[in-house]
């Protein structure tokens, strides 16, 4: 049996569209169809309806995802212990939010080219909604970000939790009258985008009347945000870590006036295929990594949340 075609309508039944199950494998629609065809004449069955818009499963496709899925695994199992780690090869999708860019991921990327120097690792940096999205979709194997999504072929865990910290330059001596949030009036703000959790937390704290008068320029560039704050145009909310080295040199200052914004909560999330164990693995390193991260930079800035 041709463990190709098995995998073709193993990611055909998770994904209920040919057209993913072609971009995922680099394939045509084509050469998806010809092998679902031909594993069904194999076995002498039909697998997907083809009535059906969604591709759904026949009652014997249905029993033979189970099966497929354990010896694809089998497989990758065999393949990855007769072979070293040094000799893997593939390529390995991975989706960061600019705040994962500016804190983990240089240590990532070092510790994973030394562990798999043959696997290629393609990063990708965006909005946290929209790498779950591409996550769900299989467009990427693996994500650092605030939202994970769910899919029954996902696995998700909480990775970091980051302090937050609201900070602006000296230069604007706003401090005496910023009591409360209440006292922001005129203060421009500088945010993270709207539709992000660090933006609709903020949005939360206030009425809808009220927010419409706060002055907001948001950014989904986490550098932007940090120059626009440290050139004097408007308070910020960031991880504390990500502006240590402004604050030590008094670039930026904190506003202690204002209450304690919560952590920014960081989740690590991936596909979990069974033609590859690599991105479980993967995914072990990253927290073992996280876990160094947070004793270098101190648990009052970066901690790793219990997992329940």
């Known amino acids: 049996m041709n463990l190709r075609f098995l995998e073709t309508f193993v990611w055909a039944a998770r994904l209920h569209s040919f057209a993913l199950v072609a971009d995922q494998l680099h394939i045509s629609q084509a050469a998806v169809s010809a092998r679902i065809g031909a594993l069904e004449e194999e076995l002498g069955v039909k697998l997907f309806q083809r009535d059906s818009k969604a591709n759904a499963l026949t009652e014997h496709g249905e029993r033979a995802l189970l099966p497929a899925e354990r010896l694809l695994r089998y497989a990758a199992e065999f393949n990855e212990k007769v072979n070293d780690k040094g000799n893997l090869r593939g390529t390995i999708r991975i989706g960061v939010s600019d705040t994962i860019a500016f804190t983990l991921l240089p240590r990532i990327i070092k510790h994973l080219r030394a562990a798999y120097p043959r696997v290629s690792f393609e990063l990708h940096a965006g909005q946290s909604v929209d790498l779950a999205r591409d996550l769900a979709d299989s467009k ?31 230069s604007l001596n706003l ?63 960031v991880p504390e870590a990500v502006v240590s080295r402004e604050l030590a040199t008094g670039e930026l200052m904190r506003i202690a006036s204002l209450p304690r914004f919560p952590p920014f909560e960081f989740h690590l999330a991936y596909v979990d295929t069974t033609d590859s164990k690599l991105p479980g693995e993967i995914a072990e390193l990253i927290a073992t990594l996280t876990a160094e991260f947070c004793c270098d930079v101190g648990d009052e800035l970066a901690w790793v949340p219990t997992r329940e």
């Open 140 to 170: 990427l194997h693996l994500i650092l970000t605030m939202a994970t999504g769910s899919s029954g072929h996902i696995v998700s865990r909480p990775l970091l939790n980051l302090a937050a910290s609201w900070v602006m330059s000296p």
């Open 175 to 237: 401090e005496p009258t910023l009591a409360s949030l209440d006292k922001l009036g005129d203060v421009p703000v500088i945010s993270y985008p709207k539709g992000s959790l660090p933006y609709e937390t903020f949005r939360g704290y206030f009425s809808p009347k009220a927010f419409s008068q706060i002055k907001i320029c948001w950014s989904n560039s986490l550098a932007t945000i940090v120059r626009l704050a440290r050139d004097g145009l408007g308070i910020a909310i």
